[in-house]
């Protein structure tokens, strides 16, 4: 029935093991992809995670264990943001009216990522969407202040042997002007649901957005592991551009050459298999957090 749930409850031990487990896991997670490059500069490769996803480490850091759970107290989540006591007075827990005013959120998700995951995975993009983001640029124009692998000349030839195949709208914004009518498939915002497609490098990071956007209702274990997927799939999305990472440790996937593209396609597949696992989760939470939600 909508609104019902079997609740759990935690006591003291459990909430401080699951706490310092998942501090202790999200610490690594940061400290081997850090926001900052040693001179305090955004970092070139894990900086953008930080900066357009824009979920705080301080946040990231919390343990909540989702919707439905009970927490004895005395707890630090008696401090948090959208926790009130239970009807005895000795837990806390998700207020079930933040849940009503993230309904529209989580029915937007929902519909999203089941769409998203209904279609089988396009594996034929080879990550030119980077390119056509500096095709034909002028120097100042170019985002990133790492240099190209190969000359602006070089690159747009690049760009102009490849058919642009991109479905997610957040990438294709931000294309060039000269790029946009390149692609195969005009995209827009209000098209966002019907585009997607499971083997877009930025849909699965996007999971990440997604996770902690329907926190505290969803359990922090999802949006750690939405968030380590996102690193991965950063990393091939920044191997595969036209900028030089080579310094930082991050060799070049070269996605012009017929040998590039196809390592590119194998990496992308365990990727696209990693993340559908993460989507699947993420439909469930949404499903068990619709099925919560009271009658209207």
């Known amino acids: ?53 824009s ?8 343990w909540h264990p989702g919707h439905g759970v009970d927490l004895d107290t005395p707890t630090e989540h008696a401090g948090y943001p959208h926790y009130v006591p239970t ?33 089988a995975p396009r594996l034929n993009c080879f990550g030119m969407h980077e390119w056509a983001m500096v095709y034909r640029a002028s120097a100042s124009d170019i985002r990133h202040r790492t240099p190209l692998r190969l000359s602006p000349a070089a690159t747009d030839a690049a760009v102009e042997a490849s058919e642009l195949r991109c479905t997610h709208f957040d990438a294709f914004r931000f294309f060039t002007e000269p790029a ?8 827009t915002r209000a098209t966002q ?13 996007d999971l990440y957005k997604w996770a902690y956007k329907l926190s505290p209702l969803v359990d922090s274990d999802l949006v750690a592991d939405a968030l380590e997927v996102a690193f991965d799939l950063r990393e ?48 469930d939470s949404c499903a068990g957090l619709i099925d919560r939600q009271p009658p209207r």
């Open 55 to 62: 979920h705080k480490p301080a946040l990231l850091m919390r």
């Open 180 to 187: 946009g009518p390149r692609n195969v498939t005009p995209l």
């Open 87 to 119: 009807a005895d007075g000795h837990a806390v827990t998700v207020d079930p009216a933040y849940l009503e005013t993230r309904a529209r959120t989580v029915g937007f998700v929902d519909s999203l990522l089941r769409a998203t995951a209904d279609r």
């Open 236 to 283: 091939l999305d920044m191997r595969a551009s036209p900028y030089d990472f080579a310094a930082l440790g991050f060799g070049p996937i070269a996605v012009e050459t017929p040998a590039g593209r196809a390592e590119y396609v194998r990496r992308q597949t365990v990727l696209t298999d990693h993340a559908a696992l993460i989507r699947r989760r993420l439909i």
């Open 193 to 205: 649901v019907d585009s997607e497609q499971p083997g877009c490098v930025h849909a699965g990071m």
């Open 1 to 53: 029935m909508a609104g019902q749930g079997l609740r759990v409850r935690l006591d003291a031990t459990d909430i401080a093991d699951r706490t310092d487990q998942h501090r202790s896991r999200v610490t690594r997670l940061l400290a081997d992809h850090p926001a900052q490059a040693p001179d305090g500069s955004p970092h070139p490769v894990w900086g953008f995670l930080f900066r357009y996803y």
